[in-house]
C-alpha cells in the first residue's frame, strides 16, 4: 500500500501564494503518476495538475500560468506552488498516485488518495 499525506493548506488572502506538499510512503516502489485534485464545496473533485514519472506536466486550464507542479528526485515528495491565489481557488485539495502512468487518460483511476488540505483564500 501507498500512504499519502497532504500538507501546506491555510487560509490565505486572494494574490497570495501557498505551497502544498505531498509525501508518500509504504509500498512507494515504481510510483509513476502523481496528480493534485481539488473540490470545492458542493462541487465535484477535478484535477488541478499532473505530472509523470518523466516529468511530464498538464494543467486545468483555470490554474495554468498560476500554479506549479514538481517532484524531488527521488520522486516521494510531489509539491504545488500556487501563486495569484483567488477565491474560487478555495477548495480542499487532495495528493493522488499510481503505478500506470495514466496522463494519456486524463490522470483519471488514480488509486491512492490522501485526505486532503483545505485551502481558503479569502477576497
Known amino acids: 500500500q501507498v500512504q499519502l499525506v497532504e500538507s501546506g493548506g491555510g487560509l490565505v488572502q486572494a494574490g497570495g501564494s501557498l505551497r502544498l506538499s505531498c509525501a508518500a510512503s509504504g509500498f512507494i516502489s515504481n510510483i509513476n503518476t502523481m496528480a493534485w485534485y481539488r473540490q470545492a464545496p458542493g462541487k465535484q473533485r477535478d484535477l488541478v495538475a499532473g505530472?509523470?514519472?518523466?516529468?511530464?506536466?498538464d494543467y486545468a486550464d483555470s490554474v495554468k500560468g498560476r500554479f506549479t507542479i514538481s517532484r524531488d528526485n527521488a520522486g516521494n515528495t510531489m509539491y504545488l506552488q500556487m501563486n495569484s491565489l483567488k477565491a474560487e481557488d478555495t477548495a480542499v485539495y487532495y495528493c493522488?498516485?499510481?503505478?500506470?502512468?495514466?496522463?494519456?487518460?486524463?490522470?483519471?483511476?488514480?488509486?491512492?488518495w490522501g485526505k486532503g488540505t483545505l485551502v481558503t483564500v479569502s477576497s
Open positions: 493522488a498516485a499510481d503505478r500506470r502512468d495514466l496522463a494519456a487518460k486524463g490522470y483519471y483511476g488514480m488509486s491512492y
Open positions: 505530472i509523470t514519472s518523466g516529468a511530464m506536466t
